[in-house]
């Protein structure tokens, strides 16, 4: 097929914060978590953050199969009622998209605008990955295994289904799981239904949505997802390093009332209890959460994690006093990483986890 | 509380179609339907189109009450579970947001900007509400039934709780059901739950979302929702006319697989079968769908609506060769109405419901 970036094509005019009619449309078509339900340890059924490539691919369930193939000794395939069939493991796990903070990142990729909000919680039904892949039995030499989903397209003028990869030590360090339920009802198409990954601790692309199979390599896998994207660079002949782990990040719930269009908060003064939520990649514990309250940051109250992968909650009480403030919050995880006041560049807009920022407006009690 | 739109604040620059920070904030928080999920007669759970205008009020449903107050002779309340002893109902309902289309008006009001996926059925269960509007027996000289919702924040500076009303007479002519379930399960915090109204044949918001209070007034209701927006404008001093009953409308599943930021389209030249949905307001039946294809319009084949309130699925068979391609989609209903091939004008955006417009690029077979 054709590239569709043909020779001559205008760029797209992004300058002066504004964005172009295709990030719009990436953002009416994709959609992040609603703020006010960070209150939530589970993210409601249906707003979950969703990032979807291509289409969602519409499969039938009671045809679809899970095929093993490529170097293994004893490659094999199953189906739903079998996979269905193996030992069932949930796990809250907090995922969020390799993209998520693109749109305060300056100069500005032009790809699907998130500002914070791409990230959320559910609780994922399946099976342990690892047994399946010891049992197809992989032939001495394999380096890579790939992940390859339904969902095909084109990207930057390549056509190519999505598809990602860990490598055998990937599998043995990280707990992966084989999903076929969220949130203790069957997969959603649009969350990959009937079969996907889940690669906790791990920005979302290595969640590979709509998974027909997993192939054994003897060579590293060079799919568009693994190589030509989901790396940090800095400059265009970077050759880069992968995206992987989850940076240390928090939320803030919104306190008060929105206003429609701008999403500034109003409230009256007195206490007011903030709260909102604070995460980091392979399962490293959040340590500390600080908040930016009257221009001092403070310590937050922690609750713990529902489960090793699951978010971390926080609250802590303020005196809103009358005025525009400005309130931010930053987490610290038990590496010693912490959030930073500037966002981190990246040519792609990669993994942005600047402090999260919320202008909230109190007025005096009448 | 102070007016968040203080003098002197710049207006947005959004000409030369470009958009702001604040329609992207809004286009990442509200979510609109996935084109190719069209192909089902009832949307995929999580996938329905949302537009919030303030928070997802978290509501306990185990105390929420919906009170009958005001002008009525026999005010009353009911629990969830008083209302959902009464009579279930369940109707498949095509609902669409009065904003969908706004990014394709020119000059555009700044808002959320939808391009065309502002759109979803759902199986939505609950009670008929004229019923219980009887019961609680208005008295003489009422003329309008406010429904307030718990959701609540600032629009054009005007702090408020989202309201609409309903007279009488449209009470009488439209079959709105009180509604505590969707597609067979609980209604979602973020469709309305436990309870909000839906008024099928009208645009969105009619259908108020966690829904406290159904008032009767011997005046017309005033709220902001009611009287300052959702109005049809052609300059800033027309009072306008109230929008209500949907336009004709269709969209067409797009066909082929997508350029990731672009959502042009690529497949290969053959036979292929393209698709999609129609429909319009007020229970009007779709006629005719046409498929703009080679440049001529050719008349798509109708299949029936799984309820008269839901969208008519229409199907076209088309040879396509090779080459870039404009396909559109116009249709007509019983009462003649058909849509415009350009965008009609509104100072607010509403209601565009100008012919679904796709790219596809075809492909030689080799």
């Known amino acids: ?4 970036f043909e020779p001559g094509q205008p760029k797209p005019k992004t300058e002066d914060g504004l964005f172009s009619r295709h990030e719009v449309g990436l953002a009416n078509r994709n959609s992040g978590a609603l703020l006010e339900t960070l209150t939530r340890d589970i993210t409601p059924t249906g707003t979950h953050y969703l990032l979807t490539h291509f289409d969602v691919p519409m499969i039938d369930e009671t045809t679809h199969r899970l095929c093993f193939e490529g170097a293994f000794e004893a490659p094999f395939s199953l189906d739903m009622d079998e996979i269905r069939g193996l030992p069932v493991q949930s796990m809250p796990v907090t995922l969020e998209c390799a993209g998520n903070g693109r749109s305060n990142m300056s100069p500005r990729s032009h790809s699907m605008p998130w500002h914070y909000e791409a990230v959320g919680t559910s609780e994922w039904t399946g099976t342990p990955l690892a047994p399946l892949i010891t049992r197809a039995k992989p032939l001495n030499g394999v380096v890579d295994f790939a992940f390859l989903g339904a969902d095909a397209g084109f990207d930057k003028g390549v056509p190519h289904a999505f598809g990602r990869s860990l490598t055998p030590e990937e599998i043995d360090a990280l707990d992966v799981l084989l999903v076929w339920g969220m949130n203790g009802a069957p997969l959603l198409p649009q969350h990959g239904a009937p079969l996907r990954i889940i690669v906790p601790g791990w920005y979302g692309m290595a969640s590979v949505k709509w998974l027909t199979t997993i192939r054994a390599l003897t060579e590293r896998y060079d799919g568009f997802q693994q190589v030509q994207t989901y790396r940090f660079r800095k400059h265009e002949n970077d050759p880069g390093e992968p995206v992987n782990a989850i940076r240390v990040k928090s939320l803030l719930v919104p306190p008060g009332v929105p206003d429609w269009i ?23 514990p959040i340590t500390r959460v600080e908040v930016l309250l009257d221009e001092t940051w403070q310590e937050a109250h922690l609750t713990p994690p529902v489960g090793r992968y699951a978010w971390t909650g926080w609250t802590i009480e303020w005196a809103a006093r009358p005025g525009r403030h400005m309130i931010a919050c930053r987490a610290t995880d038990a590496n010693g990483a912490t959030q930073p006041l500037e966002a981190p560049f990246d040519m792609a807009g990669f993994a942005n986890n600047v402090v999260h920022r919320v202008t909230v407006h109190v007025a005096e009690r009448t």
């Open 1 to 4: 097929m054709r590239n569709p």
């Open 262 to 284: 701008t999403r500034e908060r109003w409230l009256r003064e007195g206490p007011v209890t903030l709260q909102g939520r604070a995460w980091s990649g392979n399962g490293v």
